[in-house]
């Protein structure tokens, strides 16, 4: 089932990130395989599943992505790979750490923050070395063909269909299945009619809050823990994908403006998740936490 819950995350995050069908498909076998290494590393050499076994896993999905990109040329191998690589994304390891050191905890805030860069920076450089393999090897130039967007409809299905998968992912019980997807939706949906009348980083913060706020008030009437169904609506918000395409710009185009906005602009959105956050957990603090 947790394989299933990467595909499908990997099917479905294009879709938000203005992908193709054919970056849906890709990235959905790449979750598969991305999944696949996860699980190998851990089983079989757990002392590198957090460095080696996170750069393998963006490596060969580039690989594949990459090699379909030289016959395609519609193909987006930052959003495909991306998306195939989305669970391990430190966007919520990030957003804890800010979090923390905003509460003057400040060894485990900064820990949370070395370990999602670090994260980062394994899947980024994964991802760059396999493409850059498969580039080297071939003789021409993929063409540059443009793809049209997927439907934004589509995100009807889409939508729900990722909370689910986040849940598989998580591991999340499944007499929690129902709040935690929920809440997960809902952090969407808030995010996205938000835009309409604010801008991003306070859509990004209403998002944040009010899902902090539906968590704590399943928390205190279930006597569970918050973060059960909080940690799938935090990873939602996705602000790791902003520093992976950040980074990837930096590395793969040597635009290092663009790229250092893009990567500065995780830590943002990483803030203003933080303090949406907080501003929940002070409307209806919940009694457990953890």
Known sequence: MELFGWMVVGTGLPTVLGGSWWDSLLSTIGGAIAFGVSELTGRFAPQYSNSW??????????????GVRLVRGDINVVISVLSSVA????????????AELAANR?????????SGLVTLLWLVLGGYLGESLVMAISEKDPPQDM???VDQLWLILFIPLIAVSLNIAFQIAYSDFLPAMTVS?????????AKYIANSNASTFLSAMI???AANIWCMVSDRAQSIVLTPAIVFLVSGSIGFRGIAEII???DAQVGMEQFTQMFVVAAVISVGVLAGNTLA?????L
């Open 147 to 149: 793809s049209a967007a």
């Open 185 to 193: 939706v809902l952090s969407y949906v808030v995010s996205f009619a």
């Open 211 to 213: 899902c902090t706020i």
């Open 106 to 114: 400040i060894l485990r805030g900064a820990g949370h923050m070395i």
């Open 87 to 98: 669970i391990p994304l430190p966007g919520y390891t990030v957003s804890l750490g800010l």
């Open 252 to 254: 793969a185009s040597g």
């Open 53 to 66: 076994g996170l750069g393998l896993s963006s490596f060969l999905p580039a690989i594949l992505i990459t």
């Open 285 to 289: 603090f919940p009694e457990t936490t």
